[in-house]
């Protein structure tokens, strides 16, 4: 099956443009300044998010298209009768990076490090759909009952406590990917110059600015991966970074772009960001414990204003996105 990491859908059009070879290039990003928490246990942003899915890769990811969940590192799974146990059945001389086995085992002891209560992570809670996940998370059941089983290097059984159809769509999500078993319990990968992976790119070089991956020759659909290289650069220096846009140096700005500078007005994209926020308030505090205060604060905010100059109407849950291909309501 061809598939593209999901973050390179725009990378994979771009070459398919190119009309040529694209041996030995680069593609170069630029993000604003991050902090990346290379461990995926331990990360939580959407700049991580993006590069996890060049490095990483579960059982099942994204299909780009659809956003429908599609064969990852599992070539296939079946559901019981039930619709309450997965079998996972991972592709057949899968490796790490390094050139190690990928097996079952690895998927299993990194979800069980990422449920443990002194891991913390903060998307651990998504796995609790299975059986002992959320009493062994929060530190009131035993590892030993959480239903996840390597059968074999290449079984993973998964009992969930009722019919989950979301399911296989969380385990898209990068927390779910396996991590090598020489780092699973390492908090801090800062001063970590090379760490095995299994997704289509390799961390090649790394620093605060900048960031290289290659292509991982070991993995299993490299054949479908056609840029050979991404470079990730991290800068909030709009001058700098339209320079390089201009001169063909960055192929593609997430952010700090200066629309005044750009040569080529035709290249820039604008569309809705859409997303929902949250305020929270500690009720546990003196002030916020008032919902009178909270109610003040929630009427201080110039709903009007914000509403008529940086919003756009929302007439659905998720609403449609210019440019992209909608998937079946089935």
């Not at 790394?206 to 292509?215: A, F, N, T, V, Y």
């Not at 290249?267 to 002030?287: D, K, Q, R």
């Amino acid at each position: 099956m061809k598939k593209i990491p999901l973050l390179f859908c725009l990378i994979a059009l771009f070459v398919s443009g190119l009309g040529a070879d694209t041996s030995g290039y680069r593609f170069t990003v630029q993000f604003s300044p991050a902090n990346i928490s290379w461990n995926p246990h331990y990360a939580y942003t959407t700049t991580e998010a993006q590069i996890f899915t060049a490095i990483y890769e579960g059982l099942v990811i994204f299909n780009p298209a659809t956003l429908r969940p599609v064969p990852g590192a599992a070539e296939s799974w079946e559901l019981s009768e039930e619709n309450t146990r997965i079998t996972f059945t991972l592709r057949e001389g899968i490796t790490w990076s390094n050139g190690d086995r990928l097996t079952a085992q690895d998927f299993r002891d990194s979800w069980l490090v990422l449920l443990a209560p002194e891991t913390e992570a903060g998307y651990a809670s998504l796995l609790d759909d299975i059986i002992g996940a959320r009493e062994y998370r929060t530190g009131t059941g035993s590892v030993d009952d959480v239903k996840i089983n390597a059968v074999d290097e290449r079984t993973l059984v998964v009992d969930l406590k009722q019919p989950s159809p979301q399911f296989l769509s969380i385990l898209c999500h990068y927390s779910f990917a396996p991590v090598y078993k020489d780092f699973r319990k390492v908090s801090d990968w800062s001063a970590l110059r090379s760490v095995p992976v299994n997704g289509p790119y390799t961390i090649r070089a790394r620093s605060s600015g900048e960031i290289l991956l290659d292509k991982n020759s070991l993995y299993w659909d490299a054949d479908s991966v056609k840029v050979e290289g991404l470079r990730l650069l991290f800068t909030d220096d709009s001058d700098k970074t339209m320079e390089g846009f201009n001169r063909f140096q960055i192929d593609w700005i997430i952010s700090g772009m200066d629309t005044a500078q750009l040569a080529i007005p035709e290249a820039m994209s604008i569309e809705p960001l859409f997303s929902t926020t949250y305020y929270y308030f500690s009720n546990t505090t003196p002030v916020w414990s008032n919902p009178d205060i909270r109610r003040a604060m929630a009427l201080l905010v110039p709903w009007d204003e914000i509403r008529s100059t940086r919003l756009i109407p929302g007439t659905s849950l998720v609403p449609p996105i210019p440019n992209y291909p909608m998937a079946d309501a089935g």
